[in-house]
């Protein structure tokens, strides 16, 4: 919605729509030669702006939305403008513009949307951080470890403009009633109730919406201490009956899985011609002489919705027949002495660009297990199967924050199951650009786990 509550939102949003459409029109005047085309033009972009907006909430910014969510709004906006200038430009065909010119303001525009929307985001931060400015005055009711990590949250990051009033204990030495609790609410200019599930019961609950659904306050609920990874739960009506889903994947909308093969077959194809092309001859030559088999190593994996497929790498070890099996540990006997080179620089991962071009994997996306140790963490680790809603990837969030190579203990498998449903959970295409500068960045570095 245009206007949302909130202490600024009610007239931040109409401002900014009306400083982009600003921008849109006044870089778009000297396209016009006449009046009524210009018009026309302003009628068509208003429209399509303001609705296509709506749809892909480009407006929805708020003090805890991250860089990189702003960042995925802006590719898709430009995806979505770009449609709507290039249909005004079909519709009325009778105005003539190079494409190019027509790209170049598209490109101008938006740059200058993004800085504009940029500096009011970090603006308002240090207005917040600074000035002590467009602050919301919070309570959190429990006491456990998942709400002192909110205490401290809110303690650390002032950019965020979150006041913590008071924490409530309902259970410990000190412990207060729910009734006490919205005494001091009422007593306070309190904005937002955080509140532990775990701590409350469900009638001092029924109390507590009861309570903040007649005097317009804000209640937000933290999930109980159980090792949860993350919950973005989906809330939906099947007709009036209100259904809660256990998550969204953002990948399933079509526009996002286009964005994201699109995303997969451009970077591949690039790969595959700019750099498989001579190097595979290269490297086939070199792992000849060293060992007799073949060039590539392929191996069965486990990918989308658990279906099996063979993955491929250049290979690095002597052919025995426990590579489907064993993984590589550190000083394994069976790399080759080329193997350890390609396995340092992760060019033995090279070939799964083929897979991704079949679509098979993904560029970034959680990396697929051997099939048989798929089968054995399918039975250890909770929410293991999670990974498989999604393709999997020649890196991933978890490769890039530690969790490569070798599972040397259940702790490295479990946190990378929990990085991998986070990614899953939080995909946007400046996530898959921002993880593949840092695959490139620990391969060119050297990565410890990289063996």
Known sequence: MIFKSGRYSGFLRPLSYLVDLGIIHGFAFYFFEEPLQFLNYIIFITTGWIILSLKSDFY?????????????????????????????????????????????????????????????????????????????????????KKT??????????????????????????????????????????????????????????????DYVDNNLKVLKFLPDNKEIYSKKLDFTYYGVLPILSLRKIPMDEPFNKFVKRSFDVTLSLLVIIGLLSWLTPLLAIIIKLESKGPVFFKQKRNGLDYKEFFCYKFRSMRPNPEAHIHQVRRGDERITRVGRILRKTSIDEMPQFINVLKGEMSVVGPRPHMVSHTHMYAGRVDKFMVRHFIKPGITGLAQVSGYRGEVETETDIINRVKYDIFYLENWSLFLDIKIVFQTAYNALRGDKKAY
């Not at 309902?170 to 309190?190: M, Q, W, Y």
């Open 148 to 209: 002192d990590q909110l205490r401290k949250f809110f303690s650390d990051n002032p950019e965020y403009g979150y006041h913590l009033k008071r924490t409530f204990d309902l259970t410990g030495p000190n412990k207060v009633s729910i009734d006490e609790c919205i005494r001091f609410i009422k007593a306070h200019p309190i904005d937002e109730i955080y509140s532990s599930v775990a701590e409350v019961n469900n009638r001092d609950l029924i109390k507590l919406i």
């Open 60 to 144: 929805e910014i708020y003090r805890f939305t991250h860089v990189a969510k702003i960042m995925s709004l802006i590719v898709k906006q430009f995806v979505i403008f770009t449609l709507i200038v290039f249909a005004f430009f079909g519709v009325f065909n009778t105005i003539e513009r190079l494409p190019w010119a027509i790209l170049r303001y598209i490109i101008i525009v938006m740059i200058a949307v993004s800085i504009i929307k940029f500096t009011v985001y970090f603006l308002l931060k240090k207005y917040r951080g600074l000035m002590g400015g467009n602050r919301r005055n919070v309570v959190i009711i429990g006491l456990n």
